[in-house]
């Protein structure tokens, strides 16, 4: 929980906005308003919104009734997949992320149909997912290729992570996965 009482479980689940995308939202916000509430589940956990709250902490709220923690986490999944624009490879670590969701979800004993709705994907991917297939057809996001960080931008790179910045913001700024900044 942080220091405000707001509760934010659920908001290392997703990759951060990129600096710029997150000024472009809160130069929005300062002009139009928060046009989409806060959703929230019934404790108070923000599920989607987690930028929003951060530029405006009292911006309006809607309650999202789930039944646990596995389907909150698809429902965080699924909001990100619905309206982030994510790099190819940060898609790529989200489909990662939901896969082995899925896992834990069929663990829990849910069976794919149930997993498939609460992640927005296709029974059969599910399906691919669970049986360990490679197979990259009816995914979620759409086939794009990997952003590359460039040789002249690695001091840079170096410089912000050594002078404090958070890997996993530098990552987003640049469209790729904090691994990727972490090798430098």
Avoid: C
């Amino acid at each position: 929980m942080s220091g405000d009482g707001q509760h934010v479980l659920f908001g290392d689940l997703v990759p951060p906005l990129a600096e710029s995308d997150f000024e472009r939202l809160k130069a929005d916000i300062k002009a139009n308003g928060v046009r989409h509430p806060i959703e929230v589940d019934e404790d108070g956990n923000i599920l989607d919104g987690h930028h929003r709250y951060r530029i405006d902490p009292k911006a309006p709220r809607i309650v999202v009734k789930l039944t646990d923690d596995l389907e909150k986490r698809a429902y965080v999944h699924r909001a990100a997949a619905d309206h982030r624009n994510m790099s190819s490879e940060q898609q790529a670590e989200q489909r990662a992320r939901m896969k082995k969701l899925a896992a834990e979800m069929k663990a829990a004993g849910w069976i794919q149909q149930r997993i498939g709705e609460a992640l927005w994907v296709d029974q059969s991917q599910v399906s691919r997912w669970l049986s360990g297939s490679n197979m990259q057809s009816h995914n979620h996001f759409p086939k794009s290729y990997p952003r590359k960080v460039q040789p002249s931008e690695r001091p840079t790179i170096l410089a912000e992570i050594e002078a404090g910045k958070r890997a996993a913001q530098v990552a987003a700024n640049y469209g790729v996965t904090e691994p990727s900044v972490r090798t430098y």
